[in-house]
């Protein structure tokens, strides 16, 4: 089946610190990749998308790139900010489906 | 354009209570997804439906179900609730024109149930 797995937390970081977490799915066929961040009391936004091999999604300064070699889809941002505290979320869509499967996500606390 | 709105924002419901959720999705949207997400996990997908039609479930029990109104508004309904159906669920809209491509799902606020 379809499942994604990604860095368990909490990360705890300094303001302007690099920020990595990891994401690796399993998936038949070619499935479209997401990061969603969910801040403290809200809902899931869209944080960015890649729909097929070799694609970079990027937004706010956070960046990923679809490995279909590795089959990963790694979050990154080169300096964070106390505003990017939040829970960060993997999630892939199978290419025949319209379903979302998500990872467990990943905290990120933002230190002044 | 208002974004998916979500009602009641939070309830607090007995075992073998029932309860009503409601979603009203993006205007011009016709498809309506329903998420559980408990406290430290990943949503869990539970019904999509698309003009009225159910068009995919999750791996639920059948006292959850769910139906979508001509105006392409949701209902999830859950019966006889049990302590562990406390969750956030969460409803998601999308156009859903076709499988090509990110089709982008916009998720509402959630409802936070919780079940003494």
Redesign the interface.
């Known amino acids: 089946g379809n499942s ?1 797995t990604q860095m368990e937390g909490p990360v705890t970081l300094s303001e302007e610190a690099f920020l990595t977490i990891n994401c690796t799915y399993t998936a038949t066929g070619y499935p ?1 990749l ?1 990061w ?1 961040v969910q801040y403290p009391g ?5 944080l960015l ?3 097929k091999a070799d694609d970079k999604g990027s937004n706010k300064g956070f960046e990923a790139t679809y490995r279909k070699e590795t089959t990963s889809f790694h979050l990154e941002k080169g300096s964070v900010q106390v505003s990017d505290s939040a829970v960060y ?1 993997c ?1 892939l ?1 199978p ?11 990943t905290t990120v606390t933002v230190r002044a | 354009d208002a974004g ?1 709105t979500q009602s009641p924002t939070h309830l607090i419901k007995t075992r073998g209570q029932h309860v009503t959720l409601r979603c009203s999705p993006i205007s011009g949207h016709k ?1 309506v ?1 329903w ?1 559980q997400q408990v406290l ?6 539970i019904f ?1 439906y698309y003009e009225k039609e159910e ?2 479930r ?1 791996n639920f029990p059948d006292r959850f179900s769910a139906r979508q109104f001509p105006n392409y508004s949701s209902e999830l309904n859950v019966n006889a609730l049990l302590l562990g159906d406390s969750a956030l669920y ?1 409803c ?1 809209s ?1 156009l ?1 024109r076709g ?1 090509a ?10 409802t936070r149930l919780t079940v003494t």
């Open positions: 994604v479209s997401f969603y809200e809902g899931l936004q869209l998308k890649a729909t979320f999630a869509r290419s025949n489906d319209y379903k979302l499967s998500f990872g467990a996500g | 998916v498809s997804s998420y430290g996990q990943g949503p869990q997908f999509q068009r995919g999750g969460l998601a999308s859903a499988l491509g990110g089709v982008e799902q916009y998720f509402g606020p959630g």
